[in-house]
């Protein structure tokens, strides 16, 4: 059974960072695209970092380049994200998706799809003063 477990996320404050952790189960991340989302209230979900497996190319959004960085740990099947100098629009919960198609794709049009096939159930993160 495919399973992604979300954690990690906290209040902190601007300029602040944080790594949140995606534990996948039932599967290798290895042959997986895998992509980190967030969706703020009111807002539509987006694709912040998406990654080909674990060396495959990586997308990322321009609103948190030089911020944001993907890594996948395959022994520990697990996916991370590192977030520095986290800004108030930051705040939303995040959530890491995988897909078995999309990585076929190339990470931007991965990145762009709302339609992936797992789903975690998300972490929230709160960027405030």
């Known amino acids: 059974q495919v399973q992604l477990v979300e954690s990690g996320g906290d209040l902190v404050q601007p300029g602040g960072s944080l790594r949140l952790s995606c534990a996948a189960s039932g599967f290798s991340l290895d042959d997986y695209a895998i992509g980190w989302f967030r969706q703020a209230p009111g807002r539509q979900r987006e694709g912040v970092l998406c990654v080909r497996g674990k060396y495959g190319d990586t997308y990322t959004a321009n609103s948190v380049k030089d911020r944001f960085t993907i890594a996948v740990d395959s022994t520990e099947n697990t996916v991370f994200l590192q977030m520095n100098n986290l800004q108030p629009e930051d705040t939303a919960a995040y959530y890491c998706?995988?897909?078995?198609?999309?990585?076929?794709?190339?990470?931007?049009?991965?990145?762009?799809?709302?339609?992936?096939?797992?789903w975690g159930q998300g972490t929230q993160v709160l960027v405030s003063s």
């Open positions: 998706a995988t897909d078995k198609e999309f990585f076929g794709f190339s990470t931007p049009y991965a990145c762009g799809r709302r339609d992936w096939d797992n």
